[in-house]
Structures are given as structure tokens and as C-alpha cells.
């Protein structure tokens, strides 16, 4: 089913967040319906670095290639600013389609660009953004590829400039509507009854971040569409990667740690390894 089918349809979509290939196939056989690459997972797990504009658009690109030759989940991408003006963000869109993205995020931030739940974040014009919006659409190759418009104004403007901008990204051809950070669920109950009905809408659960953590049950009695749970993954992996790392390094070994990990077979069955053997050999490899 397309991204759009599933936005439409009568269930909030949730999408979980993943940062290469391997989350994004556990996504997958967990029953995921769909995925969401997030920046910020690429910038930690890929950098050790946070969030605040290191990540290029060809390292991204190139995740989003790799990801898609693995699993074939639709996938929502974050495009941070589109890396540059209107004209970046046309190419930055031709070349996320190309690679196998099936929605792409952009926000309203200046270069460079951070976390939405850190501090000290900065804002390019209304008009400009709808102008990227704008040159996004022009740019795709089809109509089901769709464009997330995210402000992150309400940190920086207030929170009703946070929704006069989204009501210039909506009149743009925003195709979902992403405001982020709301700081209570008055805000979030604000978005939904201004926008529901005219246009579906995204919300963020980070956990520790400035939003607090809503399920999926009740953002869909609000009347949201989408929800993400972006770097939850990495979180999880880091604490457990430290958790395995001190084991080791204090006992000399990992077998205290065995009933928390895969053992060599049992990585190589989630990765698919015999099948891939088995195929290589129908091709005499």
C-alpha cells in the first residue's frame, strides 16, 4: 500500500524511526507499516555527533539507496532544509526520489540546522519556505511522492506564528503538516482543531524532548494522521551497547550478557543469510 493510501485510511500510521539498513529491516519484520529515516539517527550513529547540521544531503541519499535495496516499506525521509535555498531543495528532491524515498520532510530552520528539541534554533522567512515547498512539488517525478512542511516556530516565534507559518506551507501544497515541539497537549488539541480535515498531520514522540510522549491511540482521538518515534531505536541500542561493552570489558567476557543478544545464528537468520547463499547458488556463485 502507497504512503498516501495509508495516511488516508482510517488508522493513525505509525511510523518508527530507523537509521541504516538493519533497523529498517527489523522495522519491517516487526510489522511496521512503514519507516522514517531520521537525520538525527544517521548524525549520531554514523557521527557520534548530534543533530545540529552535519549530516550532507549525499550521506543521506545514500542511506536512503541502501535502505530501499534491503526493504521495500514505504519511507519518509528527513530532509532537514532541503540543504540549501529553493534550488537545493529541487535537486535534494530529485535525488531522495530517485534513491527510493516515498515522502520527504522539510523545515523551516536556517543553516545550520538542529534538533527540534534543542535550544537556540533559528528560522529562514514564511515565504521562503513556501517557496521551497513550492519548488519541491515542480521537482518530484510523481504525484505520490509527498512533502512534509515542519516549522519549528514555536520555540523561536510563539506558538501562534507557529501556525500562521503552517497556514502559508499548507496554501503552498504542503501534502502533511508537521508542527514541531508542542509543549502540552493544549497545544497539540490547538493544531488538531485548526488543521484536521484540511490536510494530515504529523506529530513527533521524543522521548526526553520537548513534546510530552502522546501513543498512537490517543494522537488518532486527537486527529492526527501520522506519528514518528524517530531516535527511539538508537536510544535503545546506545544504553544496550554501553550495558555490553561494560560487561565485557569488566569480566572478560560476554556470557552474562548472552540472554540479551543474538548469538551468530540467530543474527544470521534475521539478516537472511542462508537464503541469500541459497540464491547466490541458483546462479552457480
Known amino acids: 500500500m502507497t504512503l498516501k493510501a495509508l495516511l488516508n485510511g482510517?488508522?493513525?500510521?505509525?511510523?518508527?524511526?530507523?537509521?541504516?539498513?538493519?533497523?529498517?529491516?527489523?522495522?519491517?519484520?516487526s510489522q511496521a507499516k512503514s519507516i522514517y529515516l531520521s537525520g538525527a539517527g544517521i548524525a549520531y550513529t554514523r557521527f557520534?555527533?548530534?543533530?545540529?547540521?552535519?549530516?550532507?544531503?549525499?550521506e543521506v541519499a545514500d542511506t536512503i539507496a541502501l535502505i530501499r535495496d534491503r526493504v521495500s516499506l514505504p519511507?519518509?525521509?528527513?530532509?532537514?532544509?532541503?540543504?540549501?535555498?529553493?534550488?537545493?531543495?529541487?535537486?535534494?528532491?530529485?535525488?531522495?526520489?530517485?534513491?527510493?524515498a516515498n515522502a520527504l520532510q522539510l523545515e523551516?530552520?536556517?543553516?545550520?540546522?538542529?534538533?527540534?528539541?534543542?535550544?537556540g534554533k533559528t528560522l529562514i522567512p514564511a515565504a521562503e519556505m513556501a517557496g521551497k515547498v513550492r519548488a519541491a512539488a515542480d521537482a518530484r517525478a510523481s504525484d505520490e511522492t509527498l512533502i512534509i512542511a515542519r516549522t519549528d516556530a514555536i520555540a523561536v516565534?510563539?506558538?501562534?506564528a507557529a501556525l500562521d507559518?503552517?497556514?502559508?506551507?499548507?496554501?503552498?501544497?504542503?501534502?502533511?503538516?508537521?508542527?514541531?515541539?508542542?509543549?502540552?497537549?493544549?497545544?497539540?488539541e490547538a493544531i488538531a482543531t485548526r488543521f484536521v480535515g484540511r490536510i494530515p498531520l504529523m506529530a513527533n514522540m521524543v522521548e526526553g524532548g520537548k513534546t510530552p510522549i502522546h501513543g498512537t491511540e490517543d494522537l488518532q482521538t486527537l486527529g492526527f494522521?501520522?506519528?514518528?518515534?524517530?531516535?527511539?531505536?538508537?536510544r535503545a541500542l546506545a544504553k544496550?551497547?554501553?550495558?555490553?561493552?561494560?560487561?565485557?570489558?569488566?569480566?572478560?567476557?560476554?556470557e552474562g550478557f548472552k540472554d540479551r543478544m543474538f548469538d551468530f545464528s540467530g543474527l544470521n537468520e534475521v539478516i537472511g543469510t542462508d537464503a541469500m547463499l541459497k540464491q547466490g547458488n541458483s546462479y552457480g556463485d
Open 75 to 100: 519511507l519518509i525521509v528527513d530532509a532537514d532544509n532541503g540543504f540549501g535555498n529553493a534550488l537545493n531543495v529541487q535537486r535534494t528532491m530529485r535525488v531522495f526520489e530517485r534513491a527510493g
Open 10 to 29: 482510517p488508522d493513525i500510521l505509525l511510523a518508527p524511526g530507523v537509521c541504516d539498513a538493519l533497523t529498517a529491516l527489523i522495522a519491517e519484520q
Open 48 to 58: 557520534g555527533r548530534p543533530d545540529i547540521g552535519l549530516v550532507s544531503m549525499a
Open 108 to 119: 523551516d530552520q536556517t543553516m545550520p540546522k538542529r534538533c527540534g528539541h534543542l535550544d
Open 225 to 234: 494522521s501520522l506519528v514518528i518515534f524517530p531516535g527511539g531505536v538508537v
Open 157 to 160: 516565534e510563539g506558538f501562534d
Open 165 to 188: 507559518r503552517a497556514e502559508q506551507y499548507v496554501d503552498a501544497g504542503a501534502d502533511v503538516l508537521f508542527i514541531e515541539a508542542p509543549q502540552d497537549r493544549t497545544q497539540l
Open 240 to 254: 544496550t551497547a554501553g550495558d555490553y561493552y561494560r560487561g565485557l570489558v569488566s569480566t572478560g567476557s560476554n
